[in-house]
């Protein structure tokens, strides 16, 4: 469990190191810049490109679209009910419906199954969470933000999206063996992903913030940690049946805490930030609790 411990700590040193004054209050950003153009693409280049490829790993990625699209009914009825502001509905979306399917959710496959789950797991991240934020993620936000996405951009997004771009490149590569040098630097650019994804969010933790939020708050935390993934858990064991690290793997990453990325495309349209800060930033280490949790009760079905 030492890639457990290490979350835990990287978590711990971004919220000390806010407080200590010795970053400036933005400094979270160039982390996630780092990630998201250096970090993420290296892992994908490294793992993608030699994973093995088929119908059914094509359609472990569905589980992302499924979540999204969960969460879009559920927080536009529980919007109405509860007649929530448009951005608030926006923001909801956009973090309960997108799972932290990399920077929580690789070192969790590592931790519970092994680094053989790894490939597997980006492929849901890439295909799947990245993929529906990139995509239908980008196009919810402008509604909400009371925009209209223009085509070219939302395109333009896209295509230009690094991780992406990795994903088209490791496929494009797959017939070519890397050389052993390009193999270790692709392997150590990736284990900074976690360490540094999560001394962002720890960064980012305003806690003082959560005595105006508690009911959204909760309403969206309970959402992405327990009800979504009992209604994914309890779907699949319907259809099909909850059997082998593949299936268990699918499911769990639909446990995992609330996407940075999501959090961030919601800031970027002023979709209540508070509480999309807050969504992440309490969100993923209480997923430290629910996360074995769910891992506890796939391993018994």
């Known amino acids: 469990m030492h890639n457990l411990a290490l979350l835990v700590l990287c978590f711990a040193a971004g919220v000390m190191l806010r407080r200590s004054g010795r970053v400036p209050e933005n400094g979270h950003a160039a982390l996630n810049a780092v990630i998201i153009h250096l970090s993420l693409p290296a892992l994908i280049l490294l793992h993608l490109q030699r994973a093995p490829l088929g119908a059914d790993v094509f359609a472990a990625a569905a589980i992302a679209w499924a979540l999204f699209g969960l969460a879009a009914v559920f927080f536009l009825a529980a919007g109405r009910v509860m ?30 199954y092994g680094r053989g789950g790894v490939a597997l797991g980006l492929i849901i991240d890439q295909l799947g969470s990245y993929l529906a934020l990139a995509t239908m993620g980008i196009l919810v936000a402008a509604l909400y933000a009371g925009g209209k996405p223009c085509p070219r951009a939302l395109a333009r997004r896209i295509a230009t999206f690094p991780p992406l771009i990795a994903v088209v490149a490791a496929f494009a590569l797959r017939p070519f063996e890397y050389p052993d040098w390009l193999t270790a630097v692709l392997a150590r650019l990736g284990d900074t992903l976690a360490p540094l994804a999560l001394a962002s969010v720890g960064m980012q933790l305003r806690l003082a913030d959560v005595n105006g939020y508690r009911v959204k708050l909760a309403l969206g935390l309970a959402f ?17 049946s909850i059997d082998g690290m593949h299936t268990r793997i699918i499911l769990f990453e639909a446990a995992m805490a609330p996407m940075i990325g999501g959090a961030i495309v919601a800031a970027e349209h002023k979709l209540d930030p508070p509480l999309t800060a807050l969504m992440v930033g309490v969100g993923i280490p209480l997923s430290f609790l629910t996360v074995p949790a769910w891992w506890w009760v796939l391993e018994r079905l």
């Open 83 to 112: 007649r929530l502001a448009p951005g608030t509905v926006g923001a909801l979306t956009l973090t309960a419906g997108l799972a932290n399917t990399s920077f929580v959710g690789i070192p969790m496959i590592e931790a519970f």
């Open 224 to 240: 992405k940690l327990v009800l979504a993934p009992a209604v994914l858990v309890a779907a699949w064991a319907a259809a099909f």
